[in-house]
Each structure stands twice: as structure tokens, then as C-alpha cells.
């Protein structure tokens, strides 16, 4: 029985948040919590997580650039709110009461094209990592496949451990053979 893949549009911003919060695996490791899903500052574009650090994860469907403007104003709002942010989610205090600086909050930026100025932003922010995904329909089953975006920083590279390989899709852990071609001939894939 053979896959059967094709890309599709995504209607809903709850059918994107649904499908990163079963990514969040993928993206963050095991060892995440959501703190968040629900932020008082955005239209429900983010998800605050806590994995070794504070984690923002600002989406759109449409625009990276306005994945980026959301998580710059929600990162702004904590940083000129910090005793609310620490009395809304306490978690951020982490284990040893120490609080967070703005700077150690990583913020992951995930849309189907990169924000502009990527390769400004990642020299300049070595706390940001850049994902773009694809809506995919498969056996009739919605999915994304998420890459990271072309990584230009060699810090940013340790810092999250990021791999060119690390295209993934919901659902299953790796690839099958049948989608890497489909993938390729699509030029989908490098």
C-alpha cells in the first residue's frame, strides 16, 4: 500500500497550534512543559514553554514576519512586566528562586517562510531559532513537516543543537522512504 501525500493549506490557527503542541517533542526535546498556551498578550499565536530555559513559540500561518512582530511585543511585554509575568507563571522562577533575564528566554519563530532579515536576526539574537513547515496531507491525515530555516550562525548551531537534518514530520518520528522521494521531487527537501 503506498502513502498518499500532498501539500494542503491550513484553515484553522487551532489546527497549526494543535499540530506544534504535538511537535513540541520534536522542537524542544522531552523534557519541556507547556507553562502556556494561552498567553494574555497575544490573538493565541504562542505557546510559553519551559524546557532547560524559558521557551517562546510564536506562529502564523501566513507570515513569518508577523510570527517575528508577535514575539518581539510578547518578549517586550515580559520584560517591562517581570513581577506580573512572575506572579502569572511562576514556573519562570525556576527551581533555585533565580529569576530570568529577558535574554535567556529563547524564542522560536515557526511559519511557512522565514521572517525578513533572518540572517540579521540570528547574528544578532543567538537566542533565536527559525522554523518553517509545510501543511501535508497525507492518507488523509493533516501534518507539518518543520525544518529549520538556513542557519547562517555557528553559535546558534551549538546553542540548539540544530541539524540541517532535522526535517520532521507530526505524528511519526521519522520519514519514510516513499516521502523522502516525494519530498525531493518537490524540491521540498535539499
Same mark, same amino acid.
Given at each position: ?12 490557527? =487551532? ?10 517533542? $520534536? ?14 498578550? =497575544?490573538?493565541?499565536?504562542? @505557546? ?25 511585543? @510578547? ?30 528566554? $529563547? ?22 531559532? @527559525? ?6 496531507? @497525507?492518507?488523509? =491525515? ?38 523522502? =522521494? ?9
Amino acid at each position: 500500500m503506498t502513502t498518499k501525500i500532498s501539500t494542503t493549506s491550513l484553515n484553522s490557527d =487551532d489546527t497549526l497550534s494543535e499540530l506544534i503542541i504535538q511537535s513540541l517533542d $520534536r522542537i524542544l526535546g522531552s523534557g519541556h512543559h507547556i507553562i502556556s498556551r494561552d498567553l494574555p498578550l =497575544d490573538s493565541g499565536h504562542a @505557546i510559553l514553554a519551559l524546557a532547560d530555559k524559558p521557551v517562546l513559540i510564536v506562529f502564523d500561518r501566513h507570515d513569518g514576519g508577523q510570527a517575528l512582530l508577535t514575539g518581539l511585543k @510578547i518578549l517586550e511585554a515580559f520584560d517591562n512586566h517581570r513581577a506580573w509575568a512572575f506572579r502569572l507563571y511562576p514556573e519562570l522562577l525556576g527551581n533555585n528562586q533565580q529569576a530570568w533575564q529577558p535574554e535567556d528566554i $529563547r524564542l522560536y519563530i515557526l511559519a511557512p517562510t522565514p521572517p525578513p532579515g533572518q540572517e540579521y536576526l540570528e547574528r544578532g539574537l543567538p537566542q533565536i531559532r @527559525i522554523l518553517t513547515f509545510q501543511a501535508l496531507l @497525507i492518507d488523509g =491525515d493533516i501534518s507539518l513537516l518543520i525544518e529549520p530555516s538556513a542557519v547562517t550562525n555557528p553559535a546558534s548551531i551549538q546553542e540548539h543543537k540544530i541539524s540541517r537534518s532535522n526535517t520532521f514530520r507530526t505524528g511519526m518520528p521519522e520519514l519514510e522512504k516513499s516521502e523522502e =522521494d516525494y519530498f525531493r521531487n518537490l524540491n521540498i527537501m535539499a
